[in-house]
């Protein structure tokens, strides 16, 4: 059974970083991409980052270039995403997911009907 578990949400003021992580379990194949998505309340999902497993391509929304950083450790199978310059924009329940095979091309990562599986989400909330 495939399971996703975000941690390292938290409160924290403007300008500073966390780090969220996303433990991966249950795969028995490499072909799979994991995404970050966000969702505030009373609005729509909307995906922050993505990486594939199987060979390293990376995707950012662009009110996220540069200000966030995401990143895998194949040894712990976890998913990172280092957040800096935190705004309070950044506010939302923050989600992990995965899409199974990981799809090509560069339309498809921040689609939430292309991933299969999600996690439990974790809180990220930024005081002005």
């Known amino acids: 059974e495939v399971q996703l578990v975000e941690s390292g949400g938290g409160l924290v003021q403007a300008g500073g970083s966390l780090r969220l992580s996303c433990a991966v379990s249950?795969?028995?194949?490499?072909?799979?991409?994991i995404g970050w998505f966000r969702q505030a309340p009373g609005k729509e999902r909307d995906g922050v980052s993505c990486?594939?497993?199987?060979?390293?391509?990376?995707y950012y929304a662009d009110s996220v270039k540069g200000r966030f950083t995401i990143s895998s450790d194949s040894a712990k199978d976890t998913v990172y995403l280092q957040m800096n310059t935190l705004k309070p924009e950044d506010t939302a329940v923050y989600y992990c997911?995965?899409?199974?095979?990981?799809?090509?091309?560069?339309?498809?990562?921040?689609?939430?009907?292309?991933?299969?599986?999600w996690g439990q989400g974790t809180q990220v909330s930024v005081s002005s």
């Open positions: 997911a995965a899409a199974t095979p990981a799809p090509y091309g560069s339309s498809w990562w921040d689609v939430v009907n292309e991933y299969d599986y």
């Open positions: 249950g795969f028995t194949w490499d072909d799979y991409a």
């Open positions: 990486i594939t497993r199987s060979d390293g391509r990376i």
